[in-house]
């Protein structure tokens, strides 16, 4: 899964950014237009954990997050003026994500002096997204003008654009599986699940999500996440035995870091899959709602082409049961098609012909 972070300049993009990865990426400096900083983070996975106990494979693998941390142009943006905080450039690295974190600003900005404007912040936001998409969608219905035979296509696009010209984000219009299929390659970035983290400062830790955003979330069916990343930024610089007494001085419970996996994965509509043997013990990612056929191709192109059948297991039977051998016989093992949507905690074994 690669999640994008995004905002406005400034945010705080590049502080929550290391904040989740470790790493040590330049802030305050305005990262430079186009370039982005990627980071992976190893997902815990209890299961992975007692699975590989069993299995004893050579090797174990957690899922894995990327981060893309995506700068923002200098000079326009959050002023509410009209400038675009989104280039073609970053538009274009952001259309290549599965997800998409919004960095908000909660802190006054020492430079600039300004004080934070988290609803403004969200509304130009959504705006950015929902015409870029609306862009692309215009493009491409002129282009079908001259073409014949595009019915569906063109309906279906006009229905996106109806959705967009009445500010409603594409996540919110409901697609078949079919018509997902049919706009998948445009890389719609307001269908992108969407999660929101207000960045506060060091004294707000404590503070709930100030009411005007929580009423803003809650009208666009998103989730948010009130953290300092500054703080996130030297906790996890600390060693890990010198994070506890620092959370502690602080008054926190966890580091924000796992708070903010555990709420990506469900927020951002993502599970895992497991697989198992004697070589290799995993755990794949995926949307909720993938097909057995499509959670194939996570692993290879090949399983996904030739795909047979899935033969599936659930973790919880597995570790009741004990070993395959007894599902069989307790019936909790099952062959499943191609169309089979994949659960969270489903072992799979792939049977493909290529
Ligand atoms: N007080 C406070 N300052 C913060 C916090 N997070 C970030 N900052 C400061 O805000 C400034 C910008 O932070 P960055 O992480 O570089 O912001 P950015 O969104 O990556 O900026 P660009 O890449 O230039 O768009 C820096 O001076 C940070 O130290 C926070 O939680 N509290
Ligand atoms: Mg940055």
Same mark, same amino acid.
Do not use: V, W
């Given at each position: 899964m690669k999640v994008g972070i995004a905002g406005f300049p400034r945010s705080g993009k590049t502080t929550v950014f290391n904040a989740l990865t470790g790493q040590h990426a330049e802030v305050g400096g305005f990262t430079e237009p186009g370039k982005v900083h990627l980071g992976v983070i190893k997902v815990p996975d209890p299961r992975v954990d007692r699975l590989s106990g069993i299995f004893n494979p050579r090797k174990t693998t957690y899922a894995e997050i990327i981060f893309a941390d995506f700068p923002a142009p200098h000079s326009t943006g959050a002023d509410g003026q009209g400038g675009s905080a989104l280039d073609t450039v970053t538009l274009t690295q952001m259309r290549e994500t599965d997800a998409l974190v919004q960095v908000v600003r909660g802190f006054a900005d020492e430079v600039t002096g300004e004080s934070p404007n988290p609803v403004r912040d969200l509304t130009n936001f959504k705006s950015e997204l929902l015409l870029a998409d609306l862009v692309l969608i215009e493009k491409r219905l002129d282009r079908l003008k001259k073409e014949t035979g595009k019915e569906y296509e063109r309906a279906l696009l006009e229905r996106c654009k109806q959705a967009l010209d009445e500010e409603r984000p594409l996540r919110q219009l409901p697609l078949t599986t079919e018509e997902v299929a049919a706009i998948a390659?445009?890389?719609? &970035?307001?269908?992108r699940p969407l999660m929101v983290v207000l960045n506060v400062g060091e004294s707000q830790v404590h503070d709930p999500m100030p009411a005007a955003v929580e009423d803003w979330l809650r009208a666009e069916a998103l989730e948010g996440l009130l953290l300092s990343g500054k703080i996130e930024m030297e906790i996890a610089g600390l060693e890990p035995e010198d994070r506890q007494a620092f959370l502690d001085d602080l008054g &926190?419970?966890?580091?924000a870091r796992d708070r903010f996996v555990t709420a990506a994965y469900r927020l951002l509509d993502q599970i895992s899959f497991l697989t198992t043997g004697e070589d290799e013990v995993r755990a794949w990612t995926i949307r909720r709602g993938t097909t057995a056929v499509k959670a194939a191709g996570k692993i290879h192109s090949d399983i996904e082409r030739g795909f047979i059948r899935a033969e599936v297991v659930h973790y919880e039977d597995f570790v009741r049961h004990g070993s395959e051998a007894k599902c069989r016989e307790a019936g909790k093992f099952r062959l499943e098609g191609k169309e089979y949507l994949v659960q969270d905690g489903d072992i799979i074994h792939f049977r493909f012909n290529v």
């Open positions: 390659g445009f890389g719609f &970035l307001s269908r &926190l419970q966890a580091a």
